[in-house]
């Protein structure tokens, strides 16, 4: 395939899971905008994969450990690839923003019997820090464990004080296939994601409980290509990387709603919530927003 044709070939590609998240006609209209800064909390992403060549990608450490782990990489360098990647192993949905890698998934985080309140610690740091480096949303891409009540408190309160700060965060509803949301889906300025299948509907292994169908939102989380380590493509499902359609979603409507605030944007996003017992969260539609504010 020619440099022309696989151009060609990426761009269709990108435009047909656009269509399918909601957000083709912005999609077309921006490829996003540099000022707008994305913090994604998961493993380290690698940006040797070539996907990255020329994005504005850069990672933010806490110590050697976090930065030195490949615990978690696949994963996230997944992710990142939805958002910022560009080439055929990507869908690259905004290219353009920029996105800061937050290493929190270690191999010790990740392995059995790690402390909660330690996690919460963690998640709570990195939250923090990446309010301080500027980001305009923050995409969390881990699942989280059920405890006792308390035990997440810390990474709770970092968020609401995130969100009171005009920072969202996006995390995956998780893919257990229960009625019994993660600990941290009630907090002020979450929005969970649920992944869906080609017809709309919640995978079976979705996670879906009340709280998530009045807060969160419904994207593609079956089949998606992204970047495989150490190069080239692949197909991964869950709804961390649905939760990549959302973030994207907020960070093109900002590109081309600059006028307008975040908190509107988002308001208009999750719009009409949806009433009494439901567990489904509506599909995301980013080009109903675009037409409606624009």
């Known amino acids: 395939m020619n440099r022309s044709a ?8 990108t435009m047909a899971w656009a269509r399918r998240a909601g957000l083709a006609t912005l999609r077309r209209t921006t490829e996003g905008s540099p000022d707008f800064l994305i913090a994604l909390l998961d493993g ?3 940006a040797r994969h070539e996907c990255f060549s020329g994005a504005l990608l850069t990672t933010a450490s806490e110590d050697g450990r976090h930065a030195r782990s490949e615990a978690g990489a696949s994963h996230a360098t997944f992710a990142a690839s939805m ?4 080439g055929n192993s990507a869908l690259g949905l905004c290219p353009a923003c920029a ?8 191999a010790h985080l990740l392995s059995v019997g790690f402390p909660v309140c330690e996690a919460a610690s963690r998640i709570a740091a990195a939250v923090s820090r990446s309010v301080a480096y500027g ?11 059920r405890a ?9 309160q970092a968020i609401e004080a995130a969100a009171a700060a005009g920072v969202r965060t996006v995390m995956a509803a998780g893919n257990d296939g229960t009625l019994a949301p993660g600990p941290l889906v009630r907090c002020a300025g979450v929005v969970p994601v649920v992944g869906a ?7 079976p292994s979705a996670t879906l409980a009340p709280s998530i169908g009045l807060r969160g939102l419904t994207a ?10 150490p190069s080239g493509s692949r197909l991964r499902s869950g709804s961390s990387f649905a939760a990549s359609f959302v973030t994207a979603s907020i960070a093109l409507l900002h590109a081309v709603l600059p006028r307008h605030p975040t908190d509107e944007i988002w308001a208009a996003l999750l719009s009409p919530a949806r009433v009494g017992s439901s567990i489904v969260p509506k599909r995301v539609d980013a080009d109903r927003v675009f037409h409606l504010l624009s």
């Open 6 to 13: 696989s151009r060609v070939f990426e761009q269709n590609a």
């Open 44 to 46: 380290r992403v690698d």
């Open 83 to 86: 958002l910022v990647g560009r």
């Open 99 to 106: 996105l800061l890698s937050v290493p929190v998934a270690d």
């Open 135 to 145: 980001a305009r949303v923050i995409q969390i891409g881990l699942e989280f464990s």
């Open 148 to 156: 006792a009540p308390g035990e997440w408190a810390p990474a709770a």
């Open 197 to 203: 299948d080609r017809r709309g509907v919640p995978h």
């Open 220 to 229: 593609p989380g079956v089949d998606i290509p992204g970047a495989r380590l």
